[in-house]
Nanobody, 124 residues
Framework: QVQLVESGGGLVQPGGSLRLSCAAS????????MGWFRQAPGKERDFVAC????????YYADSVKGRFTISRDNAKNTMYLQMNGLKPEDTAVYYC?????????????????WGQGTQVTVSS
């Protein structure tokens, strides 16, 4: 059972930056495909970004492309989401997720493990 713990959320002004972290308990972290999702109040959980278990392949939602960067440090069992140029519409609870599948996916149902979420609020 993989346990995921997010951190780094908070309140930031429009145009600001935050870096989210996702620490995994599982020692085989480097075999999982990892992703970030977000959920705003009253809305469905939306895909943000994902990265393959090996190599530098990444994929982003159009809404965050060019502003957000996903990365991972397999030696530390940790994934990151660097968020720049934040907008009020980025306000949501952000979740990290891990999939035993080797292919990247934007579909939440394909991820097997989830963190508890961290709140990101973008407001002046």
């Amino acid at each position: 059972q993989v346990q995921l713990v997010e951190s780094g959320g908070g309140l930031v002004q429009p145009g600001g930056s935050l870096r989210l972290s996702c620490a995994a308990s599982e020692g085989t972290f480097n075999s999982y495909t990892m992703g970030w999702f977000r959920q705003a109040p009253g809305k469905e959980r939306d895909f943000v970004a994902c990265t393959r278990w090996r190599g530098g392949s990444t994929y982003y939602a159009d809404s965050v492309k060019g502003r957000f960067t996903i990365s991972r440090d397999n030696a530390k069992n940790t994934m990151y989401l660097q968020m720049n140029g934040l907008k009020p519409e980025d306000t949501a609870v952000y979740y990290c997720a891990a999939s035993r599948g080797r292919e990247m996916s934007t579909v939440a149902a394909r991820y097997d493990y989830w963190g508890q979420g961290t709140q990101v609020t973008v407001s002046s």
